[in-house]
């Protein structure tokens, strides 16, 4: 499971060609399905590759700290910012539409999503993609660039250019955290601020399978 082959292999299946095939089928819709195995696979390979680190360890819940946190929110109220004008801009119809329309269900899902959306998601594209294809792309600015642009390509299966576009600004934010802390913990806390922040925007709508049915209905 360490051999060059055997990660190169892995490394075009995991994401290459699944992602291709979801969005070449249009399977946005069982995504959840998708990410929950592939991170259940990335924690498995993670023990059985080194049995020596626990999920403790990948955690890392010590990183958590005001000093690590105050730069994070910083950058969160400003990307905020830049993502409400660009939705003022390009859809303003959707500008707080959830919170409008639906507000029960934000309520929810901002519960919801840090453990159900970020955390596996975090686990692949941060914890076993840095751990795992390091030696692919040697430089800490190359791994970061690498988790970036395949986080980007997963969420082309949306089929609209918002989604994956703002996924690689995501991608390449939280890269950064991970790289820096190598934290599970504080990157899923960031990814969790961000996604919640989407969907009370109304860029969520880029970013669940109801956009996706709205382009090829």
Same mark, same amino acid.
């Given at each position: 499971?360490? @051999? &060059?082959?055997? !990660?190169?292999?892995?490394?075009?299946?995991? *994401?290459? !060609?699944?992602? #291709?095939?979801?969005?070449?089928?249009?399977?946005?819709?069982? $995504?959840?399905?998708?990410?929950?195995?592939?991170? %259940?696979?990335? %924690?498995?390979?993670? &023990?059985?590759?080194?049995?020596? /680190?626990?999920?403790?360890?990948?955690?890392?819940?010590?990183?958590?700290?005001?000093?690590? $946190?105050?730069?994070?929110?910083? /950058?969160?109220?400003?990307?905020?910012?830049?993502?409400?004008?660009?939705?003022?801009?390009?859809?303003?119809? /959707?500008?707080? +539409?959830?919170?409008?329309? &639906?507000?029960?269900?934000?309520?929810?899902?901002?519960?919801?999503?840090?453990?159900?959306? %970020?955390?596996?998601?975090?686990?692949?594209? *941060?914890?076993?993609?840095?751990?795992?294809?390091?030696?692919?792309? #040697?430089?800490?600015? #190359?791994?970061?660039?690498? @988790?970036?642009?395949?986080?980007?390509? %997963?969420?082309?299966?949306?089929?609209?250019?918002?989604?994956?576009?703002?996924?690689?600004?995501? +991608?390449?934010?939280?890269?950064?955290?991970?790289?820096?802390?190598?934290?599970?913990?504080?990157?899923?806390?960031?990814?969790?601020?961000?996604?919640?922040? !989407?969907?009370?925007?109304?860029?969520?709508?880029?970013?669940?399978?109801? +956009?996706?049915?709205? &382009?090829? #209905?």
């Amino acid at each position: 499971m360490v @051999s &060059r082959s055997y !990660l190169v292999l892995e490394f075009l299946i995991l *994401c290459l !060609l699944i992602p #291709g095939l979801i969005i070449y089928n249009v399977w946005a819709p069982f $995504m959840f399905l998708f990410l929950w195995s592939a991170a %259940a696979y990335a %924690a498995l390979i993670l &023990r059985k590759t080194d049995p020596s /680190r626990t999920w403790k360890d990948y955690w890392n819940a010590q990183a958590v700290t005001r000093k690590n $946190m105050i730069p994070i929110l910083l /950058r969160f109220a400003i990307a905020c910012c830049c993502m409400s004008l660009f939705l003022w801009w390009y859809d303003p119809a /959707r500008l707080f +539409g959830l919170l409008t329309y &639906r507000p029960e269900f934000l309520i929810t899902l901002m519960i919801l999503y840090p453990l159900l959306s %970020a955390l596996p998601q975090e686990i692949i594209f *941060c914890t076993f993609f840095f751990r795992r294809y390091q030696p692919f792309f #040697g430089s800490q600015y #190359g791994i970061i660039l690498a @988790s970036a642009v395949i986080f980007a390509y %997963a969420h082309i299966l949306y089929i609209n250019p918002v989604a994956p576009t703002l996924s690689f600004f995501g +991608g390449l934010i939280f890269a950064m955290t991970y790289a820096k802390t190598k934290s599970l913990a504080l990157v899923t806390i960031e990814h969790g601020l961000y996604g919640n922040a !989407l969907f009370f925007i109304g860029l969520g709508y880029y970013f669940y399978s109801g +956009g996706v049915m709205a &382009r090829i #209905g």
